[in-house]
């Protein structure tokens, strides 16, 4: 069974940084496609970043924050940089995986929250 693991969410002030990583175990997979989500309160969840066969980032982070992913440690980063209030969400990472089970489907991180405040 393949579980993504987050961590790195927390409290940080505005114009600081924080580093998210997501590390995928569990057997025998292949990391396809991996991306990062967020959901602010009372708003619904939003995909901030992805990399496919290219890399994409919704128009608000664009500039702020990289994703990017280690193929050898089979985890994956959301780095964020110059961070405003308007960032404060829940950030869950999302993953299309193959296993010979299961084939591809999507897996997702359990959530880590991440408040900009001073």
């Known amino acids: 069974q393949v579980q993504l693991v987050e961590s790195g969410g927390g409290l940080v002030q505005p114009g600081g940084s924080l580093r998210l990583s997501c590390a995928a175990s569990g057997g025998f997979f292949v990391i396809n496609t991996v991306a990062w989500y967020r959901q602010a309160p009372g708003k619904q969840r939003e995909l901030v970043a992805s990399i496919t066969s290219t890399t994409n980032y919704t128009d608000s982070v664009k500039g702020r924050f990289t994703i990017s992913r280690d193929n050898a440690k089979d985890t994956f980063y959301l780095q964020m940089n110059s961070l405003k209030p308007e960032d404060t969400a829940v950030y869950y990472c999302?993953?299309?995986?193959?296993?010979?089970?299961?084939?591809?489907?999507?897996?997702w991180g359990q959530g880590t929250h991440v408040t900009v405040s001073s």
């Open positions: 999302a993953a299309n995986i193959w296993t010979m089970r299961s084939g591809s489907i999507d897996h």
